[in-house]
């Protein structure tokens, strides 16, 4: 069975730095490049970036290049979203996914809160 | 950039109805499109891919149909399960996604 399992829920302050983390299991962490998506409180999914495990190529959405960095760490089928300084507008529930063209595997998603 | 725009955005139906919700791309992206159903407090999850394929274990009376630019996603005949926010995407070039549709309780 495919199983994304996030890191837990934070609660930062603005400027502060944050890496968080999707581990996955139940097939080749390899095979597939691994997608993260941005729900916005009360509104709709917003596609961030792609990278692919093997050799960690990644795109990035536009709106989120220059805002957070992919990277993977294929010895533990980790792949991890990180910003280094969070602000406000960042509040939001992030979700990784497997990328079958479409988002086939959804992970149970992080919630991140950035208050002062 | 693709726009994707669902019609409508609300919806109020009851149960036994059948559903059909409208997903329109801004340019042809074949047959390259999801549905995705969220339940509050839940992940998203997909019910069809390339515009019509049912993904497993999701029942039939999920359908889905179009290529080019027009698509619908029908629900035969709405169950309680169902009452949740649907999503479509498109995987043509990049992803985007509609802005979502809530099918509420009339």
């Known amino acids: 069975e495919v199983q994304l399992v996030q890191s837990g829920a934070e609660v930062k302050k603005p400027g502060e730095s944050l890496k968080m983390s999707c581990k996955v299991s139940g097939y080749n962490f390899g095979n597939y490049w691994i997608g993260w998506v941005r729900q916005m409180p009360g509104k709709g999914l917003e596609w961030m970036g792609i990278?692919?495990?093997?050799?960690?190529?990644?795109r990035y959405s536009p709106s989120f290049q220059g805002q957070v960095t992919l990277s993977v760490d294929k010895s533990i089928s980790t792949a991890y979203l990180q910003w280094s300084s969070l602000k406000a507008s960042d509040t939001a529930m992030y979700y990784c996914v497997t990328v079958n063209g479409y988002f086939n595997y959804w992970s149970q998603g992080t919630l991140v809160t950035v208050s002062s | 950039d693709i726009q994707m725009t669902q019609s409508p955005s609300t919806l109020s139906a009851s149960v036994g109805d059948r559903v059909t919700i409208t997903c329109r791309a801004s340019q042809s992206i074949s047959s390259w499109l999801a549905w995705y159903q969220q339940k509050p407090g839940r992940a998203p999850k997909v019910l069809i891919y390339k515009a019509s394929s049912l993904e497993s274990g999701v029942p039939s009376r999920f359908s889905g149909s179009g290529s080019g630019t027009e698509f619908t996603l029908t629900i035969s005949s709405l169950q309680p399960d169902d009452f949740a926010t649907y999503y479509c995407?498109?995987?043509?070039?990049?992803?985007?996604f509609g802005q979502g549709t809530k099918v509420e309780i009339k």
């Open positions: 995407q498109q995987y043509h070039s990049l992803w985007s």
């Open positions: 990278i692919y495990p093997r050799d960690s190529d990644s």
